[in-house]
C-alpha cells in the first residue's frame, strides 16, 4: 500500500462533502441491542468531525487506480458487454468483473456500473482505512461498540472486556468475517482521527494518554462518535482511489439503503488490499489461532479449501460476503505465472459465486 500525505486542505473539504449523512448511519440499529431512538439522542448531542476542524497533516491517502480501458467500459458498456458475452457467455450474478491486475486491464464486465449492496466485502476497506492509523500491536479492549452490531451477525466472539491486538482483530475481521471485529477496529482507529483533530500528538501510531486504562471506559456517546468519523474516512479513500459512486455506512457491510458499490468500484477496493501486505497475507491464510482468546478462525473462502469441489490452487484470496440484500459476493484474488487477476462476483447464489469465480478466473489465465 502506497501513502501519501495529503497536500491540501482542500481535497479533505471536498471529499467529506461527498461522505455519509451520520443520520443514515444510525438507522441500522434499529433491531440491535438499543434503540434507533436511543442512538438518534445520541448522535444529536454528539460533536463529529466536520471539514473544518481536519488538520490535514494527520491524514493520509492512497494512489487513484486507474483501469487502462475503463473510460471506454463506461462510455460503451453495452458494446463491451456484448463482446463480452458473445466469447464467455452470461454470468448467473447480478454483477461481475475481470480484471488483470498487471496491465490493470478490465477483461470481463457485466453489469459492472451498477450500484449493489456490499455485504462483508465492505471489510477490506475497513482494514485498509483501519491500517492507517493503528499499529499491528497495539492491545485493544472491546468495548461497547461490541453491542452495535446486529443480532444475525457474522462474528469472531470477542466480548466486550477482552483485550485484543490489532493483528488478531484483523484476521478475526478478514478470515472470520467477524462484525465484531469490524466495531472495534473502526472505534479505535476513530477515535485517534477524532482526537488528533481536536489534540495533536505523536502523528504515527495511536499511543500516549488515549491508550490509558480510562480510555477504554468511553461512552455509548463516544463510541458512535468515533465510529462515524471513521466512516467518513472510509468514504474519503473511496473517493481517492477513484471509486466514483460507493458510499459505505457502516464499517461491516451489514445491509443498509444508503451503502452501495458497484463491481468496478469494489475491483479498485481489492486492488487497493492486495498492494497492502498486511491484508494481503491475511486473506491468503485459510486458518488462523488467536492465542489472546484460544479461538481458531476457520475462512470462508471456499477456492482456498482444498476439501471443495471448487478449490483452486491459483487463488490466494481475498474476502467473502452474504446478506440478504446483497445476496452470495465473493471477491477473488488470483496468480499463475507471471498474471495477477481480481475478480468480483456480486448478487450470486451459494454455489454459482464459486463456480463463476473459477469461470472469470480461467477467462483470465487464457487471454
Known amino acids: 500500500m502506497i501513502l501519501k500525505q495529503i497536500i491540501t486542505k482542500g481535497l479533505i473539504t471536498t471529499i467529506l462533502c461527498s461522505c455519509i449523512n451520520c443520520t443514515s448511519y444510525v438507522e441500522k440499529y434499529k433491531q440491535d441491542a438499543y434503540s434507533k431512538s436511543k442512538f438518534k439522542e445520541i448522535l444529536k448531542e454528539t460533536k463529529l468531525v466536520s471539514d473544518k476542524d481536519l488538520n490535514s497533516k494527520y491524514y ?57 449492496a456490499p455485504a462483508s466485502t465492505t471489510k477490506l476497506l475497513t482494514a485498509i482505512t483501519a491500517l492507517e492509523f493503528l499499529d499491528l500491536d497495539t492491545p485493544l479492549k472491546v468495548g461497547c461498540e461490541r453491542d452495535f452490531i446486529a443480532r444475525d451477525s457474522s462474528v469472531c466472539g470477542i466480548k466486550k472486556g477482552d483485550m485484543v491486538t490489532v493483528n488478531d482483530l484483523l484476521h478475526g475481521l478478514l478470515i472470520k468475517s467477524g462484525n465484531d471485529a469490524a466495531y472495534t477496529l473502526a472505534c479505535y482507529a476513530g477515535m485517534y482521527i477524532y482526537n488528533n483533530t ?48 460507493a458510499k459505505f455506512s457502516t464499517p461491516d457491510g451489514y445491509d443498509d439503503k444508503h451503502q452501495r458499490v458497484t463491481a468496478i468500484d469494489l475491483a479498485k477496493i481489492c486492488v487497493c488490499a492486495k498492494q497492502n501486505k498486511t491484508i494481503s497475507e491475511i486473506c491468503n491464510k485459510t486458518t488462523y489461532h488467536c492465542e489472546s482468546l484460544d479461538k481458531t478462525w476457520i475462512s470462508t473462502n471456499e477456492l482456498m479449501d482444498k476439501e471443495t469441489e471448487y478449490y483452486n490452487p491459483n487463488v490466494d484470496g481475498l474476502k467473502t460476503g452474504t446478506t440478504d440484500d446483497a445476496g452470495m459476493c465473493f471477491v477473488s484474488s488470483a496468480h499463475n505465472n507471471n498474471t495477477h487477476l481480481v475478480s468480483v462476483i456480486l448478487g450470486g447464489d451459494t454455489e454459482s459465486r464459486w463456480s463463476e469465480t473459477n469461470k472469470l478466473l480461467d477467462i483470465g489465465f487464457q487471454y
Not at 491517502?61 to 466469447?87: G, H, P, V, W
Not at 495533536?200 to 458512535?224: Q, R
Request: hydrophobic share 30%; with cysteine.
Open 60 to 116: 493520509k491517502y492512497l494512489e487513484k487506480i486507474n483501469f487502462t480501458n475503463e473510460a471506454d467500459y463506461r462510455s460503451n458498456q453495452e458494446s463491451f458487454e456484448n463482446e463480452y458475452t458473445k466469447n464467455h457467455g452470461l454470468l448467473e450474478a447480478s454483477s461481475g468483473i475481470l480484471v488483470d491486475t498487471d496491465k490493470m486491464e478490465i477483461i470481463y464486465a457485466q453489469n459492472a456500473l451498477a450500484d449493489r
Open 198 to 245: 481536536y489534540i495533536p500528538f505523536n502523528e504515527n501510531k495511536l499511543d500516549g494518554k488515549y491508550l490509558l486504562p480510562d480510555t477504554y471506559n468511553y461512552s455509548e456517546k463516544d463510541a458512535v462518535k468515533y465510529i462515524s468519523t471513521f466512516i467518513n474516512f472510509m468514504n474519503i479513500n473511496v473517493r481517492i482511489m477513484g471509486c466514483e459512486t
